[in-house]
């Protein structure tokens, strides 16, 4: 039963046939009461009528011989005043936490977007009638971005998700305009006292399957198509290469930029420019099936993004780095309802769940079990991609012996590791 529904049952069949001189029956009150003792509002309802009821009893009759009926106007008094908390209450449980997201793609079926809105929905699917949840797709970063996030906070969402990098300032900006809402930005890394960040650790995924790379490329040149020079992407990047320095040395990455998170005419194209120099293993952070269709159609192998894209590729896809974002949305969702949320650096992977890694059937067993065998090493935290010492493309250490990155390293790393040939964008 909705809580609209208990209340109008409560207020205008319960309550006003209880004070209508039949609360004299102690059957009746028993029998009401146990119908609602249960639901935590309505039992605090009744457990506020009955206290006054025995107040006036012990008032009027204090050897409790009979249940006289009060005078109609202190009766309906008590009733107001009891109702009154009792509609307070209902409406503040009934109350669901509404909850926004901004997306910078398309939602599709694949990528980055159609993660975020499958984290969405598993959301909406845990929490039920406790949240309400729209989105809005397609939201160029920067002043589009500021205004949308500014419309659901002035629209009374009480969370707002905002899912691409270049979202942090404007999030930013308008966190510190509507101090009441909260405000969550993916991949960033400025925090507020009403906004927090996440990010998912792929580099983690990266590193597996750039062992998986190692061991299946034969030209011991690997592509990789890049969106923007963001430390997101760049840790990313040199995950891979650490992997090919590890276990194919002399393999480098070749890297073409689109300068965009989708766009499957250039995506193509990159794809298409590396393989004609020589590239068998094609990696993308970008959205589109462009460069694992490129891969497949032109005879060499990719690694896909966000989704598991092997169906875009059988022949080609060795494995997909997933993003899983529905534990975290159902856990700061449930956390503002519960009033506990507080602005976090979160950072979820592959133990949490947060990064997977499906391998498909091209990889030979033994390069899958070895691949399975670094999983679990990461998992258990007895490995770590970016252990020390590591050193950038110049030779300068950047990390320590023995020394692991801590996540203000990896959240803005800037540079590319040794053995990447390639220069950075300006």
């Known amino acids: 039963m909705s809580a609209k529904t208990i209340v109008q049952t409560i207020h205008f069949r319960e309550i006003c046939r209880l004070f209508r001189g039949q609360v ?68 503040s449980a009934a109350d669901p936490l509404k909850v926004g997201f901004v997306y910078i793609g398309p939602i599709g079926d694949h990528g980055w977007t159609y ?11 845990a929490l039920g009638d406790k949240v309400i949840s729209s989105y809005v797709e397609n939201v160029p970063e920067g002043a589009d971005a500021e205004r949308v996030i500014r419309n659901m906070a002035k629209g009374g969402y009480d969370l707002i998700f905002s899912t691409s990098f270049g979202y942090m300032n404007p999030t930013l900006k308008v966190a510190r ?40 490329t034969k030209t011991k040149k690997i592509g990789y198509v890049a969106s923007f020079p963001i430390p997101e992407v760049l840790r990313d990047i040199d995950a891979i290469q650490l992997a090919l320095n590890k276990y194919n040395p002399g393999t480098e990455i ?9 766009d499957p005419g250039k995506e193509a194209d990159a794809a298409n420019a590396l393989i004609d120099q020589g590239v068998d293993v094609v990696f993308q952070h970008t959205d589109s099936p462009a460069p694992i269709q490129t891969a497949e159609r032109r005879g060499v192998y990719a690694v ?12 080609a896809v060795l494995a997909s780095i997933v993003n899983n974002w529905g534990p975290h949305y159902i856990q700061a ?68 012996d023995g020394v692991v990155a801590t996540n203000a390293e990896l959240a803005s790393m800037n540079y590319y590791v040794e053995g990447i040939k390639a220069e950075l964008p300006k």
């Open 333 to 400: 969702a449930e956390g503002a309802i519960a009033g506990t949320w507080k602005p976090q650096d979160y950072w979820g992977g592959l133990k949490e769940g947060t990064v997977e890694l499906p391998i498909s059937d091209v990889v030979p067993a033994d390069v899958k079990a070895e691949a399975q065998k670094i999983i679990a090493s990461i998992e258990s935290g007895e490995f770590h991609p970016f252990t020390g010492p590591i050193k950038d493309q110049n030779g300068t250490v950047k990390i320590a």
């Open 115 to 125: 993660q975020h809105e499958q984290g969405r929905q598993a959301m909406v699917k």
């Open 304 to 315: 896909g993004y966000a989704s598991d894209m092997a169906h875009f590729g059988p022949k």
């Open 254 to 262: 070749k890297v073409v930029w689109v300068n965009s998170w989708f």
């Open 177 to 216: 305009q509507f101090p009441k809402v909260k405000f969550e930005h993916a991949t960033g890394y400025k925090q507020d006292k009403n906004m927090g960040t996440y990010l998912a650790r792929t580099y983690e995924g990266r590193y597996v399957s750039g062992y998986i790379a190692a061991k299946m």
């Open 24 to 91: 004299r029956s102690h059957a009746l009150w028993a029998e009401s009461k146990a119908r609602w003792q249960h639901s935590c509002p309505v039992g605090q309802l009744f457990a506020l009528l009955e206290h006054a009821l025995q107040q006036d009893r012990k008032e009027l009759d204090p050897m409790h011989l009979t249940n006289p009926r009060r005078p109609l106007k202190k009766l309906l008094c008590t009733m107001a005043a009891v109702v009154g908390i009792g509609s307070s209450l209902l409406a």
